[in-house]
Every structure is written in structure tokens, then in C-alpha cells.
């Protein structure tokens, strides 16, 4: 075998392993204790995100609509992403209501250095107008993302992920975010 | 060689054989775009319901000898296996029968009943609190009328037997079937309710989270439950030993039912209610059913208005009929409530002169802004008085069928063991003590539901029904509209981009559209007064209509299924 054709070799080697070995976690980069928030009041979203965060055995508080208050004592903002008219109805909030109380809630976080872990748990069937918009403005904000990869089947957050340098971590069923979870939290 | 030549001489006759046996004539089936209008095709039998194992279930019925009542059945147990958030044994419903031979409409009305231990005020004195004691506490829990009501249907009007109507829910149960986008999404966002009342161990998720797409759902305790009822007949439900566990159920979570409520329930079988619309009659269920009742009203005040010349879903179009639903909505909350308690002025609400007078109050430029409730003499009439099912049968008998256990997954309370969900229809009662339809023992709160059956010059024409809350009648009366005054197919008219408005102690609420429609109609609106509140383009929000469409014509019955929902139509 001639330099040229291991040099070749190594690299169809490498290659073929990048394709094969699921795509890497990223380190633990996240702190307890944390606070679990919707954004877009699609609270049956934020709820599975809290139920994930104690399967990985995480200190968390949810707060469907969470204010900078609540971020006293939090060392991370988790942003579940989702719009439903349902639940900005039963929160008696509107969309302009729910953006102004997430900016505030996301420069909050900022001013204090709290990281935000954006997730989007509501798949395909959560993606809409609204909810675009809300990923369009906050995502950026984040540190990380993690999501159903059903909701991302136009490659919205992928893009989104790889012009701001956001790792993206994406998972097939809810469940299998928990693993990922408790990778990137700090015990 | 040989042998090699002999195998590919057969696989090439197998193949030829194949290609040339003479193919069936297949009808096309629905179109990817699952919200693009299309119209289910049948010339003996249709069956249209809001799961395709359900309507499955049902035309296996019809062609096993079974007639619409029996396939009704059949469809409405298979609901409670495939589609469980929305209706089952633990809620209640009204079914309209129209039976070919005798051309006689009758309807069995077997709504739940509040237990003996409500009272007027018991709502009102939670406070802010009352909602969740209206939804998620064992006191939103009004007894079951459901099995009775199948059973009663069936014992009158069927063929089959109650053990031969569970058969295909119970192996729908037991094997299981994968989700689709709609269950994922309705078990996401009653979620809450769900990990609270049924627990993180309940089938209803998966693995203490809801389930995704393509997740197997199976109800292996559901179909437990269901085989014995249909081997031991309904009384194991209301005074054998399942009883004990739905009052145990209900008391664990603060509720008031008691073992004399659930064997004390009966259903009622009552004349239709019935009304005209441009020389179609239309029959459906008389209070407490109130859905019915309000599309005739609906359908009454918009009869005379150029409807044809404004334009379907023109700004004149929904401005007009907004305001109709707003004052609508001052008379339901003054008069609805249960017949057999409350005496209502059923008569004058359904008037024509009535519509006159309402029709009088509205004004082509701009909205109302106070809906006053119509006053009547309150004695003049006497005290008599959520999901849908169609189906028609080889003999032109008709069922439409409307049955729930109210909010999506109920109250989330699962009778230990039994794998169904119990009703929150108490919080159909009206929070106030003083009003018609305030909680009172024995009563029926007052529901949306209008299954209907409308008949031209003697014959029946159409069958539709819808779920939805408040947004039944003004859903099902468009569609109706649509149909009659804009010429659509049936699927057409239920796919049609939908409206909705109404009134609150005769103030005005939000417009709230479809997104379908243009930004030049919504900015008309505007303009005229009306506030919009834009819901999703296809929104479950005004409800999941199914319809079969007569014509007799071209002897063939076109079954039409909301898109909202995963409805489906299946003939033969």
C-alpha cells in the first residue's frame, strides 16, 4: 500500500466512522439548579421537559411563565420553544405579552450569565407561524439545543444552530433526551 | 440449468398471471394533502368517524348483516380503543335514529347525570379554584351514561349483541396501533392533567411521557374491561364490581359519586327537535343537547339574508353571521338548561318571527357591541322536552351519533384497572347557582352536541354531527350553508375555512378565523368592529366534522371527514 492509498484509506475510514458513531454530546457545560420556562405557553412541551429533567436526576423548577423573579438562585434557563394558542389563552397572555415576558426573561439571564438550554419537544405538529417565530428570536440566545428531530424536518434549527455556532443535539423520542441531559449538566 | 430455466419460466408466469388478471376497478383514495377535499365514495353503506380503525370497524359491522344502529355501536366501542382521548365508556352522548321502514326519527339521549350529592353553589364557592374543580377533580365527574345508551340503542334498534358491538375495540385494544400526529399532540398538551390524575405508570403515556408519532398504543386493561362487559352486560358497569372502582376513583380525587348514582342512571329516549331551512327539515336532539337547537336558530335569523350574493366567506358574509352567534350565545346563557327540570321557551327561540327580531338588531356596518337575550314568557312552552359518528346502512336506516367525556383525555381519573377515562361533563353546569343550568342533583348540564339528519322532500339527504365545545352549532350550521346556499360537496363544505364568535353577558368577544381566509376580508372585519383572533389554518378549536351525503340521483352516498381531526369515511 503506497502512502497515497493509506492516506486515502484513513480517510474513507474516518469518514465511514463519522457516519456510523452517533453524533457526539457535548460536554457537561450547564450548572444546577434550573429553571424550566415555556416559550410560546405550550405547557404539555414544558412539563415532558421537566419530567426529563428529573429522569437525568436534575434539580429543576418549572415556571410556565416564568419572570426574571424566578430566576433568583438558577444557575441555568431551559427555553421550551412552542406556540399554542390554547395555552396563551389559559395563561391570559397574547403573543406580544409572551415575546415581551421571554426578552426580559432572556436579558435577565444574560445580565446574570445564567446559560439557556433551548429545547423544542413538540415535533412537527408544534411548528407553525408562532412557534417560528419564537425560534427564530430566542434560539440564537442559546447555549445549546436540544430537540425531536421531527421538528426540524425543514432543517429550521440546524441552520439556525449552525450560523450562531449552537451545538445541536437531536433525538428521535423525548425520552432519549434525558441521556444527553445528563451529560451536559455538571452534577 | 434446466432447473434454473424452469424457476424463471414459472416466476414468469407468475408474474404474466399477475399483470394480466383482470384488475378491479379501484375508486381513488385520498389525496396526500390530507386536507384537500375528498369526498369517501359508497353505494350500500357508509360509516364516517374520527379514526379509521373506528369506521373500520363500523362497515365491518354493516357487511357482516349488522344495520346502522349495530355498526353505530360497533364504531362508538372501537372510538374508545383508537381514538380514547375523546370519548369512551366513562362519558356520555345523544344518538339520532332514523329508521328506514317506519321513516321515524327518534333520539336517545344518554348525557351523564350529576350524582345525587351536587349542589347549585358548589362550583361557585371554589373561587378562582373552580376550574380545576370543573375539569381534573373527581367533582367534574357526571355519572356514565354511555354503556347504557349503546346498550339501550342496541337493544331496541339493533340486531347484534352488545359482546359482538366491543369485538373489534377489544382486539383494537389488545394488539395496539401506532399514533398518529393528532393523538401525539393532544397527549402532549393534556399532559399535565394526565401525569397528575392517571399517573406516570398509566397506558395513556408512554413511559411517563407522551407519545410520539408512530409509538405503539395498546389499552390491554381496556380490553379486559370491555370483554367483560359484553360477556356480563352492562350491569357489571353500573352495580357490579367495576362500579366500586369508578366511585373510588372519583372519591381518591375529591368527587361526590356514590354507588346509588351509577345504578340509579338510565338513559331517555325523547322526540327529535325540529326545524326548516330553505325547504329542508332538519331533525337532531332536543335540550340538553343544545347544539341542534342552535343551528336551527343559526339557520332561522340567516335564511333571509342574501347569502349567495355576499359571498362565501365574505366580509358581509361572516360580519353578519358573527353577530348572529353573539346574540345566540345571550340566549343560551339565559334559557339552556335541562328539560326535565327547567322549563324552556323551545318554541320561540326556534320562531321565525323570533329570527326577524333578531335579524332586526344587526346592522351591515358595524357590530352590535351589547347582544341582549331575547325575553319571552317563560311558562309557554312545556317541560318536555365529543366525537362524531355517521353511518348509514344498506336499508336507509341512519345514525348520527355525538358522544364525549368532554375535554380532550376527560379528567385524566382512571378507575384503577379498567384502562378508561372518566368525563368531566360537570363542568357543562354553569358556575352560577341562579342559572338554568346551575349543578343539581339528577340534572343533565346542558351540552353542545347537534347530531343531525337533514331530509328533503320526505328522504333524508344528510347525516352530520360534529365535536367542539361552543363552536358545534356555528361550525355545523356553515357547513350546512355552505352545502345549500354555495352548491359544495360535502367534503368541501366541512374542509371550508371556519369562523367563530360569541357573547359573554352580552359583551362581545374575539372573531376568531381560520388564517385561510385573505387579509383583505380579515382587514374588512376590522374595520366593522370586529376584533380577530387567528387560530390555526385548519384548527381542531371549531371542532372535527363527519357527514354522509345522500344522492339518490346517482344512487351513491358521499361520506365527508374533518381533516382537523383524522376523521375517515368507509363505504362499500
New interface residues.
Given amino acids: 500500500m503506497t502512502k497515497k492509498q493509506s492516506v486515502l484509506f484513513l480517510a474513507f475510514f474516518i469518514l465511514i466512522a463519522a457516519s456510523v458513531l452517533p453524533a457526539q454530546t457535548p460536554p457537561a457545560v450547564f450548572e444546577q439548579p434550573l429553571l424550566v420556562t415555556s416559550a410560546g405557553q405550550?405547557?404539555?412541551?414544558a412539563?415532558?421537559a421537566l419530567?426529563?429533567t428529573k429522569?437525568a436526576s436534575l434539580t429543576a423548577t418549572l415556571s410556565k411563565a416564568g419572570t426574571s423573579k424566578d430566576l433568583e438562585n438558577q444557575k441555568t434557563l431551559v427555553l421550551v420553544l412552542g406556540a399554542?394558542?390554547?395555552?396563551l389563552g389559559s395563561a391570559g397572555l397574547d403573543t406580544n405579552k409572551e415575546k415581551e415576558r421571554i426578552r426580559e426573561l432572556v436579558a435577565e439571564a444574560k445580565r446574570k450569565a445564567i446559560p439557556i438550554l433551548a429545547m423544542h419537544?413538540?415535533?412537527?405538529?408544534?411548528r407553525?407561524?408562532l412557534t417560528d417565530e419564537i425560534i427564530n428570536e430566542f434560539l440564537p440566545a442559546a447555549k445549546m439545543a436540544i430537540i425531536?428531530r421531527?421538528g426540524n424536518q425543514d432543517g429550521l434549527f440546524t441552520k439556525i444552530c449552525k450560523s450562531t455556532d449552537i451545538p445541536l443535539v437531536e433525538v428521535?423520542?423525548?425520552?432519549d433526551a434525558v441521556e444527553p441531559l445528563k451529560k451536559i449538566f455538571k452534577k | 440449468m434446466k432447473q434454473a430455466f424452469a424457476i424463471g419460466l414459472v416466476v414468469w408466469a407468475a408474474v404474466l398471471g399477475v399483470a394480466c388478471r383482470p384488475q378491479k376497478a379501484r375508486l381513488p383514495g385520498p389525496p396526500q394533502d390530507r386536507h384537500a377535499p375528498f369526498n369517501y365514495i359508497g353505494a350500500k353503506g357508509m360509516v364516517v368517524a374520527a379514526h379509521p380503525l373506528a369506521a373500520e370497524a363500523g362497515l365491518a359491522m354493516l357487511k357482516s348483516g349488522g344495520n346502522a344502529v349495530d355498526a353505530a355501536v360497533a364504531t362508538a366501542f372501537a372510538l374508545n380503543a383508537a381514538e380514547p382521548f375523546a370519548s369512551g365508556i366513562g362519558g356520555g352522548g345523544f344518538m339520532v335514529v332514523y329508521q328506514a321502514a317506519t321513516k321515524k326519527v327518534t333520539v336517545i339521549n344518554f348525557r351523564e347525570k350529576a350524582p345525587a350529592a351536587t349542589t347549585p353553589a358548589m362550583f361557585r364557592d371554589k373561587g378562582e379554584k373552580q376550574a380545576e374543580w370543573r375539569q381534573e377533580r373527581g367533582t367534574a365527574v357526571g355519572v356514565p351514561g354511555m354503556l347504557a345508551g349503546w346498550d339501550y340503542a342496541l337493544a331496541k334498534y339493533g340486531t347484534k349483541r352488545l359482546s359482538e358491538a366491543a369485538a373489534r375495540a377489544i382486539e383494537i385494544a389488545e394488539t395496539g396501533f401506532p399514533v398518529g400526529p393528532t393523538f401525539s399532540q393532544i397527549n402532549k398538551d393534556e399532559y399535565e392533567k394526565l401525569l397528575k390524575n392517571a399517573g406516570e405508570g398509566t397506558c395513556y403515556l408512554n413511559g411517563g411521557v407522551p407519545y410520539e408519532p408512530g409509538d405503539v398504543y395498546k389499552n390491554p386493561e381496556l380490553a379486559a374491561t370491555l370483554r367483560r362487559i359484553g360477556r356480563e352486560g352492562i350491569d357489571v358497569f353500573y352495580k357490579g364490581d367495576i362500579a366500586p372502582k369508578i366511585v373510588a376513583a372519583v372519591r381518591a380525587k375529591d368527587g361526590i359519586m356514590s354507588l346509588q348514582d351509577l345504578a340509579a342512571y338510565r338513559p331517555a329516549e325523547v322526540e327529535p327537535l325540529q326545524g326548516t331551512y330553505k325547504g329542508y327539515t332538519i331533525y337532531t336532539p332536543p335540550p340538553p343537547a343544545t347544539g341542534g337547537l342552535h343551528i336551527l336558530q343559526l339557520l332561522n335569523i340567516a335564511e333571509s339574508w342574501p347569502l349567495a350574493d355576499w359571498g362565501h366567506n365574505s366580509p358581509a358574509y361572516i360580519h353578519h353571521l358573527s353577530e348572529a352567534m353573539r346574540f345566540i350565545f345571550a340566549d343560551k346563557e339565559r334559557y339552556d338548561g335541562d328539560p326535565d327540570f327547567v322549563a324552556m321557551p323551545l318554541a320561540r327561540i326556534l320562531a321565525k318571527d323570533y329570527a326577524k327580531e333578531v335579524r332586526d338588531k344587526i346592522r351591515p356596518d358595524k357590530t352590535a357591541g351589547a347582544y341582549g337575550y331575547g325575553k319571552f314568557d317563560p311558562v309557554q312552552d312545556k317541560k318536555e322536552n365529543t366525537t362524531h359518528v355517521g353511518v348509514i346502512d344498506k336499508d336507509g336506516n341512519i345514525v348520527a351519533l355525538t358522544q364525549s367525556i368532554n375535554d380532550f383525555f376527560g379528567t385524566g381519573i382512571v378507575p384503577e384497572g379498567t384502562g378508561f377515562l372518566l368525563n368531566d361533563h360537570m363542568a357543562d353546569f354553569s358556575t352560577d347557582p341562579d342559572s338554568p343550568n346551575a349543578p343539581r342533583p339528577d340534572r343533565r348540564p346542558v351540552s353542545n352536541m347537534g347530531p343531525l339528519i337533514m331530509v328533503k322532500d320526505g328522504r333524508p339527504f344528510l347525516t352530520l354531527g360534529s365535536p367542539g365545545g361552543t363552536r358545534i352549532f356555528p361550525s355545523l350550521g356553515q357547513i350546512i350553508i355552505n352545502i345549500v346556499d354555495f352548491g359544495m360537496s360535502l367534503d368541501e363544505a366541512i374542509e371550508a375555512p371556519r369562523f367563530f364568535s360569541y357573547s359573554v353577558d352580552g359583551k362581545v368577544r374575539d372573531l376568531s378565523v381560520e388564517p385561510r381566509l385573505p387579509e383583505p376580508t380579515l382587514a374588512a372585519l376590522r374595520a366593522l368592529g370586529h376584533k380577530i383572533a387567528l387560530k390555526e389554518p385548519y384548527d381542531k378549536y371549531f371542532g372535527g366534522a363527519q357527514g354522509i351525503m345522500i344522492l339518490r340521483d346517482k344512487k351513491i352516498l358521499l361520506g365527508g371527514a374533518d381533516s382537523r381531526r383524522d376523521g375517515v369515511g368507509a363505504g362499500y
Wanted: no cysteine.
Fill in positions: 405550550s405547557s404539555g412541551d412539563q415532558i419530567q426529563l429522569k399554542s394558542m390554547k395555552g419537544l413538540g415535533g412537527a405538529q408544534r407553525g407561524e425531536l421531527s428521535d423520542k423525548s425520552l
